[in-house]
């Protein structure tokens, strides 16, 4: 008998709780013929629609965004893991065809790109590549490495690197930095046969994208490459280095904790309409 209680669980570090229910719902039409659960980390509890539904958990977290992701995946009980966001609609069999095909090529070490759309644009697959883009050209990486920003992995894998450096409060700079460990270390990256989901897009501080925003921009990026700038020799890290970080991540809760996703809405003056960032300083 499998340790593994799921073939895949699809995780999220998450505060949509109103898109939740429909993400279960692609889900469900994505991944027909493998069992997974769907686990969400964030500090929103399960929206009704969601509550007692067996293959749905909750794991409360208020940090940011990488500590989410490391504490969620503890909690995970899938043999493999997916690492998305909370504002997809997966299409129809999608992940059905993904997971077969990473069953046939991939081992343990390896990790799959599912592919996806954002704000309607897709990307073709040499876009997810170190050489494509100039925010890569960096000392310390590697021209042949790929990118996997939406990845599916072994779950043991991901504990054995260490999972992702928390030092990078949003997740964009921890998943290249985890992704360019594990290549050094063996793995390849292969890509979905197609895509997977349809993401919305929120640029700059329109809707709640301001604190992954200004975390990318103000915080995370000098970091990332001040650290890949140059040589260096990164491979595994301390799992349990997200108890370095914050509990709470003030860039998302700079005035209180909020009890809702729809109080913290009000709360900080959030809007559809589209909004300019601060100037970088």
Not at 29 to 42: A, F, I, R, T
Not at 101 to 120: A, R, S, V, W
Not at 235 to 243: A, G, P, S
Request: aromatic share 14%; hydrophobic share 30%; glycine share 6%.
């Amino acid at each position: 008998m499998s340790e593994y209680k799921y073939d895949i669980s699809f995780f999220f570090p998450a505060i949509r709780t109103p898109r939740w229910y429909n993400m279960y719902q692609s889900l469900q039409k994505s991944c027909k013929n493998y069992n997974w659960e769907m686990v969400l980390c964030g500090p929103f509890e399960l929206p009704p629609t969601l509550q007692g539904i067996e293959n749905v958990k909750h794991v409360k977290e208020r940090g940011n965004v990488s500590r989410a992701v490391q504490v969620g995946i503890l909690e995970t009980s899938g043999k493999l893991i997916f690492i998305g966001n909370d504002d997809t609609v997966y299409r129809e069999d999608s992940f059905d065809k993904a997971l077969d095909l990473y069953n046939k090529e991939c081992g343990p070490q390896d990790i799959m790109q599912c592919t996806y759309t954002e704000g309607g644009h897709s990307q073709p697959n040499h876009y997810w590549s170190t050489s494509f883009n100039d925010a890569f050209k960096l000392g310390g990486i590697d021209q042949t490495w790929l990118l996997a920003t939406e990845p599916i992995l072994h779950k043991e894998h991901f504990l054995e690197m260490g999972g992702f450096d928390c030092r990078w409060e949003y997740m964009d700079s921890s998943t290249h930095d985890f992704m360019f460990r594990c290549q050094r270390n063996g793995s390849k990256i292969v890509y979905s046969p197609e895509t997977v989901g349809d993401m919305t897009w929120w640029p700059d501080h329109q809707g709640d994208h301001g604190a992954i925003h200004d975390a990318m921009v103000l915080h995370d990026l000098a970091i990332f490459r001040e650290m890949w700038g140059k040589d260096n020799d990164r491979l595994k890290i301390d799992y349990d280095n997200w108890k370095d970080a914050p509990e709470v991540w003030e860039r998302r809760f700079p005035t209180k904790v909020y009890n809702s996703y729809e109080e913290l809405w009000q709360g900080e003056n959030y809007t559809h309409e589209w909004k300019a960032a601060p100037p970088e300083k």
